[in-house]
C-alpha cells in the first residue's frame, strides 16, 4: 500500500487539476516537484475551509449562470421565426449559405440579446425555407428557433 499526500494546488498542473483544487499524490512527486516549485502546498484545516469556501462561491455563480441563461432562452423562444433575408438563383436556392454569424445578426436585430456563435448549430442551408437551429446558452441550457430563410 502506497501512502498518498494531500495537497491544494497553487497553480493550474497540466493533468493534475486547478488551481484551488484537492489531489492526492505520491509523495516523491509533492516532495520533489509540487512544493518546491511553489505549485502546491500542504493540507491544513484553514486551506481546507478555503477550499470549501471557493467551491461553494463558485456553485453559487454556476446556479447564476445557469438562471440567466434559462431565461435568455425563454426570451429566445417566444420568437416566432428569426428571418434571414439572402439572394435567390434558380430552384430557390441561395447564393452562398446561411452562417451562424448571420444567425447571430439576425436575433441581435430581433431581440437586442448578444448570443456566442460558437454555441450555435445549424443544418446545411442552401435553399429558401424555414429550419430550426439550436442555440446551446449553458452547458444545460439549449433553446431551440426556427430560422426562415427569405428572398432579399
Keep these: 500500500m502506497v501512502k498518498r499526500v494531500q495537497l491544494v494546488l497553487t497553480k493550474d498542473v497540466s493533468k493534475l487539476g486547478k488551481s484551488g483544487d484537492l489531489v492526492e499524490v505520491a509523495p516523491g512527486y509533492a ?3 509540487l512544493i518546491p516549485q511553489s505549485l502546491a502546498t500542504q493540507v491544513t484545516p484553514g ?3 478555503q477550499v470549501e469556501r ?3 462561491i463558485e456553485r453559487q455563480r ?5 438562471q440567466q441563461a434559462e ?3 425563454s426570451a429566445l423562444e417566444k420568437l ?3 428571418a434571414i433575408a439572402k439572394q435567390v438563383g434558380e430552384n430557390e436556392a441561395i447564393f452562398g449559405t446561411v452562417t451562424t ?3 447571430v445578426d439576425a436575433i441581435q436585430a430581433a431581440t437586442g440579446q448578444t448570443i456566442d456563435r460558437r454555441g450555435i448549430t445549424i443544418p446545411d442551408i442552401n435553399h429558401l425555407g424555414t429550419y430550426k437551429a439550436d442555440i446551446k446558452l449553458h452547458s444545460e441550457v439549449t433553446a431551440k428557433i426556427d430560422i426562415e430563410v427569405v428572398a432579399s
Design 71 to 73: 431565461e435568455q432562452k
Design 47 to 49: 486551506i481546507l475551509k
Design 62 to 66: 454556476q446556479l447564476e449562470l445557469k
Design 31 to 33: 516532495r520533489n516537484y
Design 101 to 103: 454569424q448571420d444567425v
Design 80 to 82: 416566432v421565426k428569426v
Design 54 to 56: 471557493r467551491r461553494e
